[in-house]
């Protein structure tokens, strides 16, 4: 059996490769730029939105009624002894 190795491309799919891959890197740094100056404007937004609104209009807080009457009943309870477990051999069936 002989086994034969072909070289294929060469200097041009060397030089190929290098520029996908560098195109990739590109648009991958323009996405995450882009995701940052749009989490930046949103946060610029908000700060001037907070900052000219009256601040009763965002640190509103709910209204809370006064506490319930309590009815005054309370719940009879009874102590149980304290139950002890049973030996091992008083489980076995029978």
Do not use: H, N
């Not at 309370?74 to 049973?86: Q, Y």
């Amino acid at each position: 059996m002989q086994i034969t190795y072909r070289r294929t491309g060469g200097i041009l799919t060397l030089i190929a490769f290098s520029a996908l891959g560098l195109a990739a890197m590109t648009f991958t740094v323009a996405v995450a730029a882009g995701a940052l100056i749009g989490a930046m404007a949103i946060g610029a937004v908000a700060l001037l939105v907070r900052a000219i609104t009256p601040k009763r209009w965002w640190q509103r807080r709910a209204v809370v009624g006064p506490p319930a009457e309590w009815p005054g009943r309370t719940i009879d309870v009874t102590a149980l002894p304290e139950r002890r477990p049973e030996a091992p051999e008083d489980r076995r069936a029978r």
